[in-house]
């Protein structure tokens, strides 16, 4: 059983990796599963939220009862799917491990390895997070942080930075990658507490946190 905290509030949820194109059978991304976006959407869907989930490509199956689930590979896809997708979102929640760089240049047709040495030039990816916190048009946005050191710091910079509700910091050197448990910090302005379980348990407890719960 779940209560209903999320009933008539729209959700929406980034998850999973994103890829860049090299060219057209070569491209760059991350080992990002999607399980903890994944997770935040069942449980929100259990909650009683309406859902829309935003996923690079993963192995997962999307959830039961999704208002939308809208499937992407880049970045450039993924800004676009969720800036259509803002009106009347009351929570964002960027789970996805968005690609920080892009080629410069996406060779229209397969590089030959005959070339010999290879120089790829790259270029940085538009932040999704830090504009949908710009457009103001969402009341609680929500950022991941990997970090690898100094985590609670770290997160705490990026929260004041992209100017967000909450920053869930994960450790990436404690394995959180691919695993179905994880261990999190979930910080806010006046707020910092530990969640750790199976991604599903600590989906519920970022979610009561973000929708207003427990603090
Ligand atoms: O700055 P950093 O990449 O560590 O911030 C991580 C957070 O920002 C995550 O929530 C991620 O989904 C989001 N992000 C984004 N667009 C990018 C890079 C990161 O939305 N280009």
Same mark, same amino acid.
């Given at each position: 059983?779940? &209560? ?16 860049? #194109? ?8 991350? &080992? ?5 976006? #994944?997770? +935040?959407?069942?449980? @929100? ?17 999307? &959830? #039961?009862? +999704? ?18 997708? $803002?009106?009347?979102? !009351? ?30 030039? $790259? ?6 997070? @830090? ?23 770290? @997160? ?7 100017? $967000? ?5 994960? !450790? ?44």
């Amino acid at each position: 059983f779940v &209560p209903k905290f999320l009933k008539g509030k729209k959700i929406v949820i980034t998850a999973g990796p994103t890829r860049e #194109y090299i060219d057209p059978v070569r491209f760059i991304s991350n &080992p990002s599963s999607g399980k903890m976006g #994944y997770a +935040l959407a069942e449980m @929100a869907v259990a909650a009683g939220a309406d859902v829309v989930l935003i996923s690079g490509k993963t192995c997962l199956k999307p &959830p #039961y009862n +999704l208002r939308n689930f809208i499937e992407v590979e880049t970045v450039d896809e993924m800004r676009r799917a969720v800036l259509k997708n $803002l009106e009347g979102t !009351d929570i964002f929640i960027s789970a996805a491990a968005v690609g920080d760089f892009t080629p410069v240049q996406k060779a229209e047709n397969k590089i030959k390895k005959n070339c010999g040495e290879f120089i790829l030039k $790259l270029k940085r990816t538009p932040d999704i997070l @830090a504009e949908v916190s710009a457009s103001k048009k969402v009341k609680t946005v929500v950022g991941f942080a990997a970090e690898t050191e100094n985590i609670v710091e770290n @997160a705490r910079k990026k929260l004041m930075e992209k100017n $967000l509700d909450f920053i869930v910091a994960n !450790d990436v050197k404690k394995g959180v990658f691919g695993s179905d448990k994880t261990s999190c910090i979930v910080i806010g302005e006046d707020f910092e507490k530990r969640f750790s379980g199976t991604k599903r348990e600590v989906a519920f407890s970022i979610l009561k946190v973000v929708g207003g719960m427990l603090n």
